[in-house]
């Protein structure tokens, strides 16, 4: 099971980057799949959610109308399309994937945005 981040890196505040999750061993439509970030001195955090019973989202309030996490099941991958970047969203950015029967979610080894101001 192997979860690959990529799409992140340095943008200007207002910018938009695209990252994307490719994900091997399991099938991302069956699972719940997530984004996290965590920026330096800070906790991780929430950041989008995809259920895998009927495509629902849920999003963290910082991120609403700005930032759309999707899902392509023909190339079992997630994506986080970020837009309006603040200097507040710098963080390292993880995909995780979970499901119900499983003791512990999956985790990619996380990709760098940085928002200039």
């Known amino acids: 099971v192997q979860l690959v981040e990529s799409g992140g890196g340095l943008v200007q505040a207002g910018g938009s980057l695209r990252l994307a999750c490719a994900a091997s061993?399991?099938?991302?439509?069956?699972?719940?799949m997530s984004w996290y970030r965590q920026a330096p001195g800070k906790e991780r955090e929430l950041v989008a959610q995809i259920f895998n019973t009927g495509s629902s989202t849920n999003y963290a309030e910082s991120v609403k109308g700005r930032f759309t996490i999707s899902r392509d099941n023909a190339k079992n991958t997630v994506y986080l399309q970020m837009n309006s970047l603040e200097p507040e969203d710098t963080a390292v950015y993880y995909c995780?994937?979970?499901?119900?029967?499983?003791?512990?979610?999956?985790w990619g080894q996380g990709t760098q945005v940085t928002v200039s101001s």
């Open positions: 061993g399991f099938t991302v439509s069956s699972f719940d």
């Open positions: 995780s994937g979970g499901i119900w029967y499983l003791p512990r979610s999956y």
